[in-house]
């Protein structure tokens, strides 16, 4: 006799824990810096090792240890962050001021939409996973909703302030209150209507995954509002609350779609990521254990590169940091299509998605 089928994504212990109690680390970033008043720099760097670096890490296996997957996108996948390489470091040897700020500003809107963007990817899949029809009026609502809450959020920190990031003023649109608050008005319209159609619905087959999504979107909205709401002192702070929990859900992620990607064996073409991701415990702390290292081996080249030239090691640091953080985040839209077949299946969606990605 064949069970209902899983709501979860990779299982639901695990989804729990990478995709909604990970919305949770933002308020532990809240009351270390608003409450045990710990430095901005401490909790980025904690960030870095737990979360972000892994996250970045994570990505390079997923492309660059797969020769497949690089050589059939080079420009897109070598030659664009080659290209941001030399971008950030121009702008911090040449631009003076104006190109932390420049480059800090392009960080932080291209951050919050990477981080939506990623939010609405794992929506998607569970929109996909519920057997809910696509034709359903409420399922339209819950990415509109979604993204007005992010837009809320980074509006009304841009109309309040700090203005902020690693303590450089962004460039910023001057907003009227009336228009960051006036979001409001179609915010609770579109909850108040995904409200009211789920409750029309909760004899439906899907209605159980409908509440799911939304408790996600609940999460969501944690993740955005604390970072941009709440921990509004230190700048820093703020966006490594934002990037941990990004990390943690991406670390959750792409594990899965390396374990779907190689689950047939040990890949001649790809050896070492197709090995590290067959099933079993041992697989995975040595996974986590090559992530890490990824992430040392970059604190190496800064290193060295601090003692051959007239930059320090914390310059180097952030040129290379923001460099492989804005390649991150250009690679990740050009890899992560839903709609493509191979994608869609490795994330555990059977069929393609007609929307794009």
Request: charge should be positive; charged fraction near 10%.
């Amino acid at each position: 006799m064949s069970g209902t089928p899983s709501l979860a994504i990779i299982s639901p212990v695990k989804d729990f824990l990478f995709f909604f109690a990970s919305a949770l680390v933002v308020l532990l970033a809240w009351f270390a810096s608003s409450v045990l008043h710990v430095d901005g720099y401490t909790i980025l760097a904690t960030v870095a090792v737990v979360s972000n670096g892994p996250h970045l890490g994570s990505t390079w296996t997923r492309v660059y240890f797969d020769p497949k997957a690089w050589r059939a996108q080079p420009i897109a996948t070598v030659g664009v962050p080659l290209f941001i390489f030399a971008l950030v470091l121009f702008a911090n040897w040449k631009l003076e001021s104006f190109g932390p700020r420049a480059i800090n500003s392009i960080i932080l809107y291209w951050a919050t939409w990477h981080f939506v963007a990623q939010n609405w990817g794992i929506l998607r899949i569970y929109q996909r996973k519920s057997g809910e029809p696509v034709t359903s009026w409420a399922q339209k609502l819950e990415r509109p909703l979604l993204l007005l809450i992010v837009l809320f959020c980074i509006s009304h920190r841009l109309y309040t302030g700090p203005r902020v990031l690693f303590g450089v003023e962004v460039f910023y649109p001057p907003l009227p209150r009336a228009l960051v608050l006036g979001l409001l008005a179609p915010l609770f319209f579109l909850l108040g209507s995904l409200l009211y159609a789920r409750i029309r619905e909760r004899n439906e087959p899907w209605a159980r995954a409908s509440w799911l999504r939304l408790a996600f979107i609940a999460c969501s909205f944690l993740g955005f509002f604390v970072p941009f709401q709440l921990i509004t002192s230190d700048d820093t702070s703020a966006f490594a609350a934002a990037a941990c929990w990004h990390g943690f859900q991406y670390l959750g992620m792409v594990r899965h779609y390396n374990l779907n990607a190689w689950k047939g064996g040990v890949s001649g073409d790809a050896k070492l990521i197709s090995w590290l991701s067959q099933p079993g415990w041992t697989r995975g702390f040595l996974y986590w254990a090559l992530l890490m290292s990824l992430a040392g081996a970059v604190y190496v080249v800064v290193f060295a590169l601090s003692l051959v030239t007239s930059w320090n090691f914390y310059t180097w640091a952030g040129v290379i940091w923001v460099s492989l953080t804005l390649s991150h985040y250009w690679i990740d839209g050009v890899i992560w299509k839903l709609r493509r077949p191979e994608t869609a299946a490795r994330v555990g969606i059977a069929d393609s998605l007609s929307a794009g990605g």
